[in-house]
T-cell receptor
């Protein structure tokens, strides 16, 4: 059983569309992370959040601690947003991080 | 400035020939992680160090070993690489403890096994 589940697994969108990626988790956490990985590239941290909402440019991340659910939104999507987006959580105890399987996003011009 | 550095970025080895991947960090984090990531999959934790304490995942093959000679450096040794070990190997660091903490990833080493 995965501690972190993401959906959808794959997503194709037209340039300009609003995109939502969902993440649910089953453990108590101290923080949830949204990560971005471009093809062949390393992983970059986009957001770390423990409550509410954060915004960075066209990216918005929200979390509902009671429902153990988070969403990553991309407004006015662009082909350069094409990447794998990974949800990860740092649990309340221990040093590990649990990863979702990622959402592969392709934005078509 | 790069905070987590991995060398080499690309490594080609032969079946059964030992290989060592290197990771260094300038963040002075006391936790360092090694992940294996295969195509279209999430990173899979192999092991992590909390200071000098080594924590191996239960399903990490014995073929994979690690060394952490000091806070800044951590090595991944693959004793006898098989074709199935071809993957991206990611090193990451974080501070320890509960609370908000971010993992910082290196750029990865892509391993090819011939």
């Amino acid at each position: 059983k995965n501690e972190v589940e993401q959906s959808p697994q794959n997503l194709t969108a037209q340039e300009g569309e609003f995109i939502t990626i969902n993440c649910s988790y089953s453990v108590g956490i101290s923080a949830l992370h949204w990560l971005q990985q471009h093809p062949g590239g390393g992983i970059v941290s986009l957001f770390m959040l423990s409550s509410g909402k954060k915004k960075h440019g066209r990216l918005i991340a929200t979390i509902n601690i009671q429902e153990k659910h988070s969403s990553l939104h991309i407004t006015a999507s662009h082909p350069r947003d094409s990447a794998v987006y990974i949800c990860a959580v740092s649990p309340n105890t221990g040093n590990q991080f649990y990863f979702g399987t990622g959402t592969s996003l392709t934005v078509i011009p | 400035d790069a905070m987590v550095i991995q060398n080499p970025r690309y490594q080609v080895t032969q079946f059964g020939k030992p290989v060592t991947l290197s990771c260094s960090q300038t963040l002075n984090h006391n936790v360092m992680y090694w992940y294996q990531q295969k195509s279209s999959q999430a990173p899979k934790l192999l092991f992590h160090y909390y200071d000098k304490d080594f924590n191996n995942e239960a399903d990490t093959p014995d073929n994979f070993q690690s060394r952490r000679p000091n806070t800044s450096f951590c090595f991944l040794d693959i004793r006898s690489p098989g074709l199935g070990d071809a993957a991206m190997y990611l090193c990451a660091t974080s501070r320890a403890g509960s609370g908000m903490r971010t993992q910082y990833f290196g750029p990865g080493t892509r391993l090819t096994v011939l």
